[in-house]
């Protein structure tokens, strides 16, 4: 029996899909969640109820909207990458010959001899030749292939978990409270959020945790001046 090869790296391309998804959903239901309620609940007329109410609609409209919104762009990228292989497809039906001088000169330009380039292109199309161009001609392949439905369902739920977090702080603060408090605890939601992201992506956690702090403050900040504004306008 041959022993399976294994790698030993482990990669996170894999992941590129649904966490790009899961953190965006995260980060803007944290943010459009927390921003609308200090908004709200900088309007001294505003009740308790009026801050929830408002709290709980942006979750519901915003995890409908980030669903609807991955699952039309990503299905748009489906789309499109279907049609590439339809084309490619056709290409390799009518001219076999053809197609194999071109995947056998994307070997030669990577590096290859052309007669080794030849041999390698002969070989991995006699195997999957529309995998073999998919992959080396135009970049697609199972890794990275587009998923509506799993985008849309990771935006839906990402967005309402990051919600929830700026509902439940305002809900256990007393109102005169509920401002600074749904701003701090959203906060270290956004940085926890960064931090996670950055490292299950391997990037740098400071940077993570500094760009989505950085626009978490600056949205409250002026969803809690437009609140001040309008209450002193009525």
């Known amino acids: 029996m041959i022993p399976r090869f294994r790698h030993r790296e482990q990669h996170r391309l894999e992941r590129i899909g649904w966490l790009r998804a899961a953190v965006l ?13 200090v908004g709200v609940a900088s309007a001294a007329q505003a009740s308790r109820s009026d801050i929830m109410i408002a709290g709980v609609a942006g979750l519901v409209a915003g995890a409908m909207s980030m669903a609807a919104g991955e699952y039309v762009s990503v299905s748009s990228q489906a789309d499109s990458e279907a049609a590439e292989l339809d084309l490619e497809q056709r290409e390799l039906r009518d001219d076999p010959t053809g197609e194999h001088k071109e995947l056998a000169e994307i070997y030669v330009q990577r590096g290859l ?8 292109a002969e070989q991995l199309m006699a195997h999957d030749a529309l995998e073999a161009h998919a992959r080396d001609e135009l970049g697609l392949s199972v890794t990275t292939a587009a998923r509506p439905w799993q985008a849309a369902g990771a935006s839906a739920l ?19 409270q509920v401002a600074p408090v749904t701003f701090a605890v959203s ?9 996670a992201s950055a490292f299950m992506g391997g990037g740098n956690i400071l940077r993570g945790i500094a760009r989505v702090v950085f626009w978490g403050a600056l949205a409250m900040a002026v969803t809690s001046a437009v609140g001040h504004v309008f209450n002193v306008a009525a």
């Open 158 to 176: 990402s967005f309402s978990c990051g919600a929830i977090l700026p509902i439940a702080a305002a809900a256990l603060a007393s109102r005169e």
């Open 187 to 195: 906060l270290l939601a956004l940085a926890l959020l960064g931090t």
């Open 25 to 37: 959903g995260a980060n803007d239901g944290i943010l459009s969640t927390a921003s609308l309620m």
């Open 113 to 120: 001899d052309r007669a080794l380039a030849r041999t390698v």
